[in-house]
């Protein structure tokens, strides 16, 4: 059975830092693709930030390079979201997602997690 668990999340002021991380199970870790995506209220999911299974390319969303950074790590199926200078528009559900290979698009995801709250305050 597959799961994805976010955790991490929380309110913050703005200018602050969060980690977000995202156990995976039930699939091969090492072989797939994690993304990072986010969903504010009324707006689709967006992209936020992917690590690819070869573990060399990293690709982030224009509105958050030089801010967030995402790491994995492979041993504890584990993929992470260092998010700092947060500004309250990163307000927003944010979701961990994997597939085998890149993809910007939330629909190419095969497994999600649940979610975790993410609140910049002003």
């Known amino acids: 059975q597959v799961q994805l668990v976010e955790s991490g999340g929380g309110l913050v002021q703005a200018g602050g830092s969060l980690r977000l991380s995202c156990t995976a199970s039930?699939?091969?870790?090492?072989?797939?693709?994690m993304g990072w995506f986010r969903q504010a209220p009324g707006k689709e999911r967006e992209f936020v930030a992917a690590?690819?299974?070869?573990?060399?390319?990293?690709y982030y969303a224009d509105s958050v390079k030089g801010r967030f950074t995402i790491s994995r790590d492979n041993g504890k199926n584990t993929v992470y979201l260092q998010m700092n200078s947060l500004k309250p528009e990163d307000t927003a559900v944010y979701y961990c997602?994997?597939?085998?290979?890149?993809?910007?698009?939330?629909?190419?995801?095969?497994?999600w997690g649940q979610g975790t709250q993410v609140t910049v305050s002003s």
């Open positions: 690590f690819t299974w070869s573990g060399v390319n990293t």
């Open positions: 039930g699939f091969t870790f090492i072989s797939y693709t």
């Open positions: 997602g994997a597939r085998r290979d890149y993809s910007g698009r939330y629909a190419d995801y095969d497994y």
